[in-house]
């Protein structure tokens, strides 16, 4: 089993849509939790971190069930600029020296 | 802007080379990490330097081995290239020790594109 699985899209969502992604991951013992936003042959930025307590900026909300171990990021009224990959991050438990573990990431293009 | 800077930008190298590739952060970054990122997976992770130290490595075979300056910049040093090692390598900096009480976001480097023929 992977450590963090995502689908990988394509989603093609018209401009406006709302569109939700889903990450899980394996290790219980994970700490922090993040999407990052990759576009085309660029690095990848912070989008947010992921609270348990469920967190929003803007038009973006992201969401975090320990129990389940599973993650969501919600996007609303899409823009032609949320076209991009999205990358569902997580942290373990070893003292941050176990580096950030990426899934596949999602590629979501939006139509106009 | 993150504060993160890579060379080369792209690098073209043949089969059993060795490769060195640069990254430097601003003053205060004392954690670096080094990712791989192969086309259509997500980076992983390479290893992490602290002050110096190498403090943390992921599944990587030791052909891949790395250093870290007291000015903040860094080296990923790769011995007899293969064709699999073809992918984006990905600087990542942030002040303080990764995990335990400092910020947990890491701020990455544009990356190095290394293509192996």
């Known amino acids: 089993r992977k450590e963090v699985e995502q689908d990988p899209g394509p989603f093609n969502v018209p401009e406006g849509a709302t569109v939700a992604f889903n990450c899980t991951y394996s290790?219980?013992?994970?700490?922090?939790f993040f999407w990052y936003r990759q576009d085309c042959r660029k690095e990848p930025k912070l989008l947010m971190s992921?609270?348990?307590s469920g967190n929003e900026d803007g038009r973006f909300t992201a969401q975090l069930n320990r129990a389940s171990q599973y993650i969501s990021l919600l996007i609303r009224d899409s823009k032609l600029s949320d076209s991009a990959t999205y990358l569902c991050?997580?942290?373990?438990?070893?003292?941050?020296?176990?580096?950030?573990?990426f899934g596949k990431g999602t590629h979501l293009i939006i139509q106009p | 802007e993150t504060g993160v800077t890579q060379s080369p930008t792209h690098l073209i190298k043949t089969r059993g080379q060795q490769v060195t590739l640069r990254c430097s952060s601003q003053s205060g970054h004392n954690t670096v990490s080094w990712y791989q990122q192969a086309l259509g997976q997500g980076p992983q992770f390479i290893f992490q330097?602290?002050?110096?130290?190498?403090?943390g490595r992921g599944n990587f075979p030791p052909r891949f081995s790395g250093l870290q300056f007291p000015n903040y910049s860094s080296e990923l040093n790769v011995n007899a290239l293969e064709l699999d090692d073809s992918a984006l390598y990905l600087c990542a900096a942030l002040p303080g020790l990764a995990g335990g009480s400092s910020t947990d976001t890491q701020y990455f480097g544009p990356g190095t594109r290394l293509t192996v023929l």
């Open positions: 330097y602290y002050r110096e130290e190498k403090n």
């Open positions: 991050v997580v942290k373990g438990s070893g003292g941050g020296a176990d580096g950030l573990t």
């Open positions: 992921v609270y348990s």
């Open positions: 290790n219980s013992a994970s700490q922090s």
